[in-house]
């Protein structure tokens, strides 16, 4: 992918390129950063010889990322299942707006979540799609549709033909197309706010009148934080559910943040984030709600572990 010579000591700035993808692929921020440094580990662990025997070490880091996401994809699935309730992307925060409100504190350049450039193939409703395409599927969709690889470099990622490829990115394109496109942020913000003003006056009746009456609400815990664990269908029983649930968390502090981009909330208490939702809009009322519980996908929004 590219043929311009590089010394390794340049490929550090490959990192952000590679965090894009990793995590476009994986939909997950801990993982995109474990695949990116064993792409690193294997290019430094390359004889010197066959370092220089590389035109484009960038290019070779992509292949190397792309193949370890790809050997991700596949043990998912057995993964997923042994996962307690429903799995959903780790979501990414807008770390400026936390760092102009003063809330959860930045953890620097470093992380991550920072190196990830935002845009439509990040938010939410895209990434939940891309869970449903096969392993090949994604890596050549989210390869040649989002980063504008060419299907002979796909090839070597995949260890098809380009023409095997195509067909791959074509088939994830009809599941793409499957979702709609979101309304402006300007209308998402407006419906998202009522909701925040409704939910913190447990008004009922001006929740359902924001939710479709066919939305769906999907939440994470990974068996980490006490949360439902099949969707919510029907605007009226998601209603009950988050006043019931406002109900048995006193405290809680609701705020306005951007989740992938889009207008989301975040949920917090003591100064701790407990759950970011992530909202999709049709019409000025709400269709899905992805809540993320699980901690261990929110370290970003307050900042690592050490």
Known sequence: MGTVGTSPEETVGDRRQLINVAYRLLGSLTEAEDAVQDA????????????????????????????ICLDLLGSARARRERYVGAWLPEPLPDRTEWDRAGGAGSTGSAD?????????????????????????ERVAFVLHDVFRYPFAEIAGVLDRSPAACKQLAASARRRASAAHTPVTATGRADVVRH?????????????????????????????????????????????????????R???????????????????????VV????????????????WAIRNPEKLRPWHGRAD
């Open 40 to 67: 690193y580990a294997r290019w430094y662990g390359l004889p010197r010889s066959r370092q220089q025997e590389i035109l484009s070490p960038g290019a070779w880091l992509t292949t190397a990322t792309s193949r």
């Open 112 to 136: 991550p979540a920072d190196q990830i450039v935002v845009d439509e193939s990040v938010a939410m409703a895209f990434l939940v799609v891309l869970e449903s395409m096969t392993p090949a």
């Open 195 to 247: 909701v925040k003003e409704a939910w913190k006056a447990k008004d009922i009746a001006t929740l359902v009148g924001l939710l479709d009456p066919a939305a769906v609400m999907t939440a994470d815990g990974g068996g980490k934080a006490g949360t439902v664990l099949r969707p919510v269908e029907g605007g009226a029983r998601i209603a009950q559910y988050m006043i019931a649930m406002a109900g």
């Open 249 to 271: 968390t006193p405290g809680l502090e609701l705020l306005e943040r951007s989740v992938n981009g889009a207008p989301g909330l975040v949920a917090q208490r003591a100064g």
């Open 274 to 289: 407990a759950t970011v939702a992530s909202f999709d809009v049709s019409d000025g009322r709400v269709t899905r709600i």
